[in-house]
């Protein structure tokens, strides 16, 4: 699956912007609602302005004719009426004329409107003809068919202007009348919209309707057509300033990605994108039938390089290192520069060996980038093969987890090891088994200690000749049971070079140096006659300056005799601190402890290490009796050590003896004991007791 990273980067990458303009689209359609709905208000109480002084106008004549229903003198009141210069009708309820010009043009429907600060409900009625324009002296134009002026009457030519006379529509040109225009081109032009307002009357039995105007002068025009374009500008301003903000952030957004891909130090990909990119290839519809390869390239003397140049000059290398690896990649390959001695790569793979010689070619010209020093590097692989479905049908990779692949290619290259040498190294299974097997083993330890799983096991030691128990070494078992209730034994070299590694093997050997004090104290008290233990103890505690009291205080802390404790030193420990081992070994044997080194032979053993260390015990290495050297050379050189460690006082153990004739001869040359599998395997404790109580020979 993809990663929680990926997705962010995937997120961020797909989006680009889009998300803001989407945003910023919402906003202008709301801005611009919002923009029509106060151009609808402001206009709305305008018309709402004009109506309210139109109705104060028909209202007052409405109350004057309702007065003249009762009022004697209805003459008078009739002349008021008429003074006014309104049109106006009265209508019964069910809409007949009563009284009014038959040919008046208030239309029949009818319509309900409030205005404000007018608790009365009025009623308006559509005019029939059209709307005009009128000054205030007036002339009568008649226009064409096209606009053009047809009559022109009650006005001078000089005082005509063409320009206001040139309205048409030319999408209603099927059903276009001659309109009529009251015009004064001396005055300023106003815009009169007829209307008619009624009012109820006489207890609501008639309808006083009366004709008004809605009149927009130029001036009034002219400043709603500044307020609108005011607010039209000022809308479009912030539009603006929203794209040109948005195009800011879009560009702020790749930058973003381009730094965010951008490798500092070759100025190429870095891992980010290699990651990113290279999940969208495998997941790609054109890519699932084609198999790749992740492969994680190091350069393996870089911190040598720098140490020795300068880590400027190092970059540099790398520089010239991934321009050399780009010569070998083509399209919908990558070439990334991960950590600093690190490359990234994906290549199309057709099969390993085209895969493994290209890999070998690309080694080899990159050993050759520089001609002045000796470059090595190391590839591990994993294919990443098309993926089936259960008819052998190929189709698309959905779950590939290129980040968990590409530390697969690490893992891969790890088994290489130490090595300084140009390799390869392909991915497979069990590498994933053994880092599993790490993983449990590193998450169980300290649990597996405080439930006691570990065991003690004895492997006893014999004199050549007597074939009697002379001393034993103490070896660990791991004692655990699984989640079916099944216990298993796990042996050390399954778990051992695991807490060597993450230091936990400090613990195992406390563990070990306590537990073999316990028994040989309670072993003493059972009137035993025990011999010397030896105890292994890790080169990691050697960088504890109180190694020789913690080992004195744990054995004290049970009461077990110090002379049956032997402290057993690997021999790769004499290469560490040699002062501070020498300290050490001083003050154990100052406490009454004897000290032997182990598997002398098995590396590069320094005859200093016999000349400087006061050891007691020289236990020689099984290598010594097997393969090459179990032959007459063999036999010289462990002749001879045994001959050395006698002049020199100190013991001598072989370990690892197998055969008859190997203990033959090794008693012979003087060989004090004898540890191997002729004699006996590594057992319990309970066992060892038995071997303990036999007091003949085996």
């Known amino acids: 699956m993809k990663s929680k990273n990926l997705k962010k980067i995937a997120n961020m990458k797909k989006g680009h912007g889009w998300f803001s303009i989407i945003v910023y689209l919402i906003f202008f359609a709301f801005a611009g609602a919002m923009l029509t709905y106060i151009l609808a208000i402001l206009g709305y109480y305008v018309v709402q302005a004009k109506l309210a002084a139109e109705y104060e106008s028909i209202a ?37 004329l009563l009284f009014g010009d038959k040919d008046n043009t208030c239309s029949e429907d009818t319509g309900k409107i409030s205005l404000s600060g007018i608790q009365q409900t009025i009623l308006m009625y559509p005019d029939t003809e059209y709307p005009f324009i009128h000054g205030n002296s007036g002339g009568y134009v008649e226009l064409d068919y096209f606009g053009i002026v047809k009559t022109l009457n009650g006005m001078n030519d000089e005082n005509y202007d063409q320009e206001i006379l040139t309205l048409y529509d030319a999408d209603q040109e099927e059903h276009f009348e001659t309109i009529g225009f009251y015009v004064d081109v001396t005055s300023k032009f106003q815009l009169r919209l007829p209307v008619w307002m009624g009012i109820r009357v006489n207890k609501g039995k008639e309808i006083f309707i009366g004709k008004g105007y809605l009149t927009f002068k130029m ?25 040109v903000n948005m195009v800011r952030e879009i560009r702020s957004r790749k930058r973003s990605l381009r730094m965010l891909f951008m ?33 994680n390239l190091i350069f393996v003397k870089y911190t040598t390089y720098c140490a020795c140049h300068s880590v400027a000059e190092g970059e540099a290398v790398l520089r010239g290192i991934s321009d050399c690896i780009s010569k070998h990649i083509t399209r919908k390959e990558l070439n990334a520069h991960g950590a600093p001695k690190e490359f990234m790569l994906l290549l199309r793979a057709p099969d390993t060996d085209q895969l493994t010689a290209r890999l070998n070619s690309l080694i080899t010209d990159l050993e050759r980038f520089n001609e002045v020093h000796a470059f090595t590097y190391q590839a591990g692989v994993v294919i990443i093969p098309p993926l089936r479905d259960a008819g052998g049908r190929i189709i698309r990779r959905k779950d590939i987890d290129i980040e968990q692949e590409y530390n697969n290619a690490c893992t891969a290259r790890g088994t290489l090891g130490d090595k300084e040498d140009s390799g390869i190294a392909y991915f497979d299974l069990t590498l994933i088994e053994e880092k599993k097997w790490q993983d449990w083993v590193e998450a169980n330890c300290r649990l597996a200690l405080q439930n006691d799983e570990f065991m003690v096991y004895y492997q ?83 960088i504890e ?49 004897s000290v032997s080194m182990d598997d002398f032979g098995s590396g590069y053993s320094s005859l200093n290490s016999l000349k ?59 060989c004090d004991m004898i540890q191997g599998f002729i004699f006996a395997h590594p057992m319990s404790a309970a066992d060892y007791e038995i071997r303990m109580k036999e007091k003949t020979p085996v």
């Open 60 to 96: 007052y004549m409405s109350r004057i004719y309702e007065k003249s229903l009762s009022d004697e003198s209805q003459d008078m009141v009739w002349g008021l009426l008429d003074e006014s210069e309104k049109e106006y009708i009265v209508r019964d309820r069910s809409g007949d």
């Open 219 to 243: 001036s009034d025009l002219s400043m709603l057509a500044l307020v609108v374009v005011m607010l039209i500008v000022m809308f479009f301003t912030i539009f603006n300033m929203f794209i």
């Open 263 to 295: 490798d500092i130090v070759t100025n190429g990909k870095n891992r980010t994108w290699f990651f990113y990119k290279g999940d969208a290839i495998l997941r790609g519809r054109l890519n699932a039938s084609y198999q790749y390869a992740i492969v």
């Open 460 to 542: 006893p030691k014999y004199d050549p000749v007597s074939k009697t128990i002379r001393g034993a070494e103490a070896l660990i078992r791991w004692k655990h049971t699984d989640d079916s209730g099944n216990d298993k034994l796990i042996s050390p070299g399954k778990f051992i070079p695991i807490f060597e590694k993450n230091g936990f093997i400090t613990n195992i050997d406390h563990y070990m140096l306590s537990n073999v004090a316990k028994d040989q104290k309670r072993w003493l008290d059972q009137g035993f006659d025990c011999v010397p233990v030896s105890v292994n103890i890790s080169r990691a505690h050697f």
């Open 545 to 593: 300056t109180d190694l020789a009291e913690q080992i004195r205080d744990t054995v004290d802390a049970v009461g077990a005799p110090r002379n049956l404790i032997e402290i057993e030193l690997t021999e790769s420990a004499f290469f560490d601190d040699k002062g501070a081992l020498m300290r050490t070994i001083n003050k154990l044997k100052e406490y009454g402890f």
């Open 612 to 670: 400087d260390m006061p050891l007691d015990v020289l236990k020689l290495d099984a290598e010594f009796f097997r393969g090459e050297n179990a032959g007459e050379r063999g036999r010289v050189v462990v002749a001879e050590t045994i001959k050395l460690a006698r002049k020199l006082n100190m013991i001598t153990v072989a370990e690892g003896i197998e055969d008859k004739e190997q203990v033959e001869f090794l008693a012979d040359q003087g």
